[in-house]
């Protein structure tokens, strides 16, 4: 609650700043507007008093003191207008930048907090376990129970330093790879097989009988399979199913994740995909995360060429569709 204050005052008081500021360089423009303006009607002032009367060329030289003073009050509106246009423009592109960086540092500090407490738990629970191992004489079943948990919370914490290293080398442009010709029905199949063995309780249906053959790497598919699922996993209820289905249409080889969770709205959907972005208040949130699951899963279906989508399950929840392109 400290923090989100804190952040609150910080974005409050630039903005203060910001207007603040935008409205002096406004008033500036007038205010040079208004002074050359003036200047140019004494300027005219003073040509017309310098013309006598008996001044044969009287009319013309009147005329001329007039156009004279026109064109430049025409100069001057014009130049004002399009430094004014230019100036806000470029504040509109500081200010958004301003409050995007912001925000991304909120996600930051977030995904902190949320990667140290993600590493801190299988550290802790294998520090603990190997200490018990050493300290007391189990029976050989209480000590494969603590090897396997040990084991276990190794591979969670070996997939949460690949999520990142990914998530680094995606976004970055860095990632080399030779694809391949690989089956994304094999590879669910795979997947489902590593997530009932992580989630013994948790109920998955599943749909993939299918030969799909798609141009991609075998590691990225796992990983954007088991990210879904994780999710669907981490946002729904434990009594209900998880469905995957792997087919395919004239168009794309398709795979889908399904959940009956609380869904995700509209207007969220796309936010989902930003990396360190988590629905609700960090010191609210109950679920864990880092914020880079979906993220991750964005970037791998752009590596493949494919496309990922958020729609309505019917009755509730999500479901996740990614459409690879055939051939």
């Not at 006598?52 to 013309?60: F, I, Q, R, T, V």
């Not at 200490?131 to 000590?143: F, S």
Request: proline share 3%; charged share 25%.
């Amino acid at each position: 609650m400290k923090n989100k204050y804190f952040n609150f005052n910080k974005l409050k008081f630039v903005n203060f700043i910001y207007w603040i500021f935008l409205t002096y360089m406004v008033a500036a423009f007038i205010w040079w507007y208004v002074s050359l303006e003036k200047q140019n009607s004494e300027i005219a002032n003073i040509k017309f008093q310098s013309i006598s009367l008996n001044d044969p060329a009287l009319y013309a030289k009147v005329k001329s003191i007039e156009n004279f003073e026109s064109r430049k009050t025409k100069q001057y509106l014009g130049e004002g207008i399009t430094f004014l246009f230019l100036f806000l423009v470029g504040a509109l592109y500081v200010y958004r930048s301003l409050l995007k960086q912001l925000k991304y540092s909120n996600q930051q500090q977030n995904f902190m907090m949320a990667v140290t407490h993600e590493l801190k738990t299988p550290i802790a629970v294998t520090q603990l376990n190997i200490e018990t191992l050493l300290k007391r004489d189990l029976e050989p079943a209480q000590q494969k129970k603590l090897i396997e948990n040990t084991l276990k919370e190794t591979k969670r914490l070996d997939t949460l330093c690949n999520n990142i290293l990914l998530a680094s080398q995606l976004d970055m442009g860095k990632y080399e790879s030779e694809k391949q010709i690989i089956d994304i029905a094999a590879i669910a199949m795979q997947a489902i097989g590593s997530f009932k063995e992580r989630y013994p309780d948790r109920l998955i249906e599943y749909t993939c009988n299918e030969v799909l053959p798609i141009k991609g790497e075998t590691i990225l598919i796992q990983l954007l399979i088991n990210n879904l699922l994780d999710n669907a996993h981490k946002y729904s209820p434990l009594t209900q199913p998880i469905t995957l289905r792997v087919y395919s249409n004239s168009q794309s080889h398709i795979l889908e994740v399904a959940d009956e969770g609380a869904g995700i709205p509209v207007e969220e959907r796309e936010k989902v995909f930003e990396k360190f972005y988590r629905m609700g208040e960090e010191n609210t949130r109950t679920s864990k995360g880092t914020g880079l699951g979906l993220f991750l899963c964005k970037k791998i279906a752009d590596f493949h060429g494919a496309t990922i989508k958020i729609s309505d399950h019917v009755p509730v929840g999500s479901v996740f569709t990614i459409k690879f392109p055939i051939g």
